[in-house]
């Protein structure tokens, strides 16, 4: 039965309102509730996503790190070989590593991957608060791509890499060169193993050719799936440079004075500059690294000595040749032509083509006397007589003349044929200076920190098993290491090491006390031989044969002389750089971080 | 069939004459059915807004708590930026350019330089536990001062007049009433805690050491506000951790 009218009006009561009261505190409460949660999610889920990105950035700058350490030929994904060797805003002054290449592209300004950083790497005139909107105008600006070896997953997140050579103008406002930065802004930086430097080549940016490694920034962006506020961005910045050396020359000497004793006469021994395979052979393509000088000091004072020790040298060989043989189309001293080399310094007719020299004409006749000149000669008396023709200070000791086995005849000067197999005494590049003999860095620090960066690679493989320590009275071995496993070979003995009549191979780190000697002995070592301390001398005796492939580092105490005897009877010595020897001795070290930085 | 109104309200009126009013016991059911309802509704109601209030301030306190946390992490990553060896001139660390990056460690300080904005200025940042500040009831907390580094060395940088802090922090240490843990703790690359116990910051050469070792930083803040919770009755704390991995 329904109730009347007049009944449901009496019961008309509060428990609709308070129902529905209830209902919408309930409700409020219960919404708050969510919001509350809600954001709270958010906050928790952006503090996810920002350390998702950072560390997604992250690996994109490891994953760079650890593939400009080997070559494409090497080991796939290798980009050793594949790097700028230009500033960035430059053809080729930009290599990208990227995750996804055809659906990541960092140089469509309307992509949301768009390396809005890089305008600042190069002369845009962009602000450097202002974030990038363009890419570089000059034709080939970036090295073709390298697809990223990741695959989707926890690195998906990771974007690109972006691979440019350091320069001043990244470097603002922390100038490598302190105040002075705007007037080299687009000069490329350099590191000589414990801090960077302004590369002596200026705009060059072969630091290699200057005792140094090049430096490298990496640029890495990470953006985490989703939209807007689920999304995070991270671009973090390295700079990153090669842990191994590259020394000045293939001799590097540092001290605060040097005593080099260069034997007279034609060098039995090269010191080749040139850049060598492992095995000692000269490449047949263009080479990773650059070549270097033969010999390299570190100050301004040693430097003159050394300059007038190679004048030495060069005098040395003119008074030889001028002393034993006559040109070569005459009846010659003694009844002697010139051999080839002595021809080329001797020359081709009388007037000897070197001959600022003075020499002390015997009085006991001509048989065996130490004429000087064809038809100089005057018995009964000593004279001094001083030979026409050109000093022999511009004698070029690089020459590869020097070596000839053959030659043509010519009016003075002979065209000489000489086979590949023969190196000048001294031959190299010339790094930012015109010599390829001698080579002396802008900055007096640079070859000491390669010492440094050696020691600190032998202090690090102080516990590893290949490091062997010979003390004194030990039983050297005649071979040490390979080419995949090098050693550090280190001799405690602070007299040094004497090799005599005996053989000693090695690959890796030669570590030698004070002085390093071979006589009637025969080393091979593919690396880098160190004689620290003491005299800091290297040493080739009498028939000395064999060869260092990589570098010889010299250094002494302070005010202690160095000695260096390049020439020696019956010996036969190379001392060849090989960039990928000294890389061996260095193994598989990382590519060191010198700095990094997170973009806001 | 036909509705007829006054054959409606004629019935109507006469069931209302014979039915009206309620007898004293319905009221009394009906007033204390109603009160009981209306006392658990209210009740719920108050636990309602006491979880609300609670819940609120977790919030509040979490999202100062990461703010902070997000900060310091970003701080430490840029610790060391720019490092001395970016110059060419050996600089000494007294250079305003250059940054030391962490200058000293302690479980409750971190001191570092760097460029945390990446605007060019290096600033020496302090990372401090203040159990108690007379002139702030919110403490014990962990403030952030950052002040642009001055030419003195890292160690002789002065304070930060101003900060940013985490408050109502809950003391670090393992005793009663501590959140169990320190602020700081540092780890090597290995994961392994570094002892600091010979030197701590870079002013010794073997302080130097120990903290040039230093790989990770986890950061550790546990918070309570005067908020308590309506199930435990303890007052409301959040924890909150982080690593950083500062570059040195």
């Not at chain 1, 890499?161 to 001043?168: D, G, L, Q, Y």
């Not at chain 1, 007037?183 to 801090?195: A, K, M």
């Not at chain 2, 109603?34 to 609670?54: P, R, W, Y």
């Amino acid at each position: 039965m329904k109730p009347s009218l007049a009944r449901r009006k009496q019961e008309k009561g509060a428990a609709l309102l308070l129902s529905l009261f209830a209902l919408l505190l309930l409700s409020a409460i219960g919404v708050f509730m969510y919001v509350s949660s809600d954001t709270e999610t958010h906050i928790d889920s952006n503090y996810r996503t920002g350390i998702s990105a950072f560390y997604a950035a992250r690996f994109g700058l490891e994953e760079v790190r650890d593939r400009i350490r080997y070559t494409a030929a090497a080991s796939p994904g290798g980009i050793a070989d594949g790097l700028p060797q230009t500033i960035a805003g430059t053809p080729g002054g930009v290599l990208y590593i990227i995750n996804g290449v055809g659906i990541i592209d960092p140089t469509d300004p309307n992509s949301p991957y768009f390396d809005d950083q890089l305008c600042h790497d190069y002369n845009s005139a962009v602000d450097k608060y202002t974030k990038c909107a363009s890419v570089p105008t000059a034709s080939g600006w970036a090295l073709a791509n390298k697809a990223s070896l990741t695959s989707a997953g926890a690195a998906g997140s990771f974007k690109w890499a972006r691979v440019n050579i350091k320069t001043n103008r990244i470097a603002d406002p922390y100038f490598v060169n302190g105040a002075n930065g705007p007037s080299t802004l687009d000069v490329p930086i350099c590191y000589d193993g414990v801090r960077e430097q302004i590369s002596p080549g200026g705009t060059n940016p072969f630091c290699d050719a200057n005792g140094m490694q090049t430096v490298y920034m990496v640029t890495s962006l990470a953006v985490t799936p989703g939209v807007s506020r689920n999304s995070s961005r991270r671009m973090l910045r390295s700079e990153l440079v090669a842990p191994s050396i590259r020394p000045a020359g293939a001799v590097t000497m540092d001290a605060n004075s040097v005593n080099p004793t260069l034997g007279s006469g034609i060098p039995t021994t090269t010191i080749d500059g040139r850049n060598h395979n492992l095995d000692g052979t000269l490449p047949s393509t263009t080479s990773r690294c650059s070549n270097i000088s033969s010999l390299a000091i570190d100050s301004g004072n040693v430097s003159t000595q050394f300059q007038q020790a190679l004048s030495n040298l060069r005098t040395s060989i003119v008074s030889q040749a001028n002393n034993s043989c006559n040109y070569s189309n005459g009846s010659g001293i003694n009844g002697n032509s010139c051999p080839p080399a002595l021809w080329w310094v001797r020359g081709t007719n009388q007037t000897p083509r070197f001959g600022s020299i003075t020499i002390t004409v015997s009085s006991s006749g001509s048989s065996g006397s130490s004429d000087g000149h064809d038809g100089g000669s005057s018995g009964g008396s000593s004279s001094t007589m001083t030979l026409t023709g050109a000093s022999p200070s511009t004698l070029n000791l690089a020459a590869p003349e020097l070596m000839a086995t053959s030659a043509t005849y010519a009016p003075n000067i002979p065209a000489v044929v000489y086979p590949s197999s023969q190196t000048a005494p001294f031959a190299g590049g010339t790094g930012n200076q015109a010599d390829p003999v001698l080579y002396q860095p802008p900055s007096a620090s640079v070859l000491p920190d390669a010492f440094t960066t050696v020691n600190a690679l032998v202090a690090s493989a102080s516990q590893q098993p290949n490091y062997i320590s010979i003390p004194p009275g030990g039983t050297l071995n005649t071979s040490y290491g390979s080419s995949s496993s090098p050693v550090v070979l280190v001799i405690t003995n602070p007299n040094g090491l004497v090799l005599q009549n005996t053989t000693l191979t090695g690959y890796g780190v030669l570590v030698v006390p004070s002085s390093l000697q071979l006589n009637t002995a025969t080393l091979n070592w593919t690396g880098i031989v160190m004689v620290q301390g003491g005299a800091g001398q290297f040493s080739i005796g009498q028939n000395s044969l064999g060869s260092i492939t990589g570098a010889v580092l010299l250094q002494a105490a302070s005010s202690t002389a160095l000695s260096l005897q390049t020439v020696a009877a019956n010996s036969n010595f190379a001392i060849n750089y090989s960039c990928d020897a000294v890389d061996m001795a260095f193994g598989a070290l990382p590519f060191k971080v010198i700095s990094s930085s997170e973009f806001n | 069939m036909v509705f007829s109104p006054q054959l409606f309200f004629r019935r109507s009126r006469s069931r209302s004459h014979r039915n009206s009013g309620f007898s004293l016991v319905e009221l009394l059911v009906s007033v204390g059915i109603l009160l009981t309802v209306l006392a658990i509704v209210c009740e719920q109601i108050a636990a309602m807004q006491k979880m609300s209030a609670s819940e609120a301030a977790k919030l509040d306190i979490t999202q100062q708590t990461r703010e902070f946390l997000n900060q310091t992490v970003r701080d430490l990553h840029m610790s060391g930026y720019p490092g001395p060896s970016v110059y060419a001139t050996q600089p000494t660390l007294d250079n305003p350019s250059v940054a030391a990056g962490l200058v000293s460690v302690s479980p409750t300080q971190v001191i570092m330089e760097g460029d945390v904005n990446g605007e060019g200025q290096v600033y020496s940042v302090a990372f401090s536990y203040v159990a108690a500040d007379p002139n702030d009831p919110n403490c014990p907390c962990v403030r952030r001062g950052a002040i642009p580094k001055s030419a003195a060395f890292p160690w002789a940088q002065p304070a930060a007049a101003s900060y940013t802090q985490a408050e109502h922090l809950v003391p670090p240490g393992t005793g009663a009433g501590q959140s169990g843990q320190d602020i700081f703790q540092f780890l090597d690359r290995n994961g392994n805690p570094v002892d600091l116990s010979t030197g701590n910051d870079i002013s010794t050469p073997q302080g130097a050491l120990n903290v040039a070792s230093i790989a990770t930083i986890k950061i550790n803040l546990m918070l309570a506000t005067s908020q308590r919770d309506p199930a435990s009755g303890q007052p409301v704390t959040v924890a909150l951790s982080a690593l950083a991995r500062p570059r040195q």
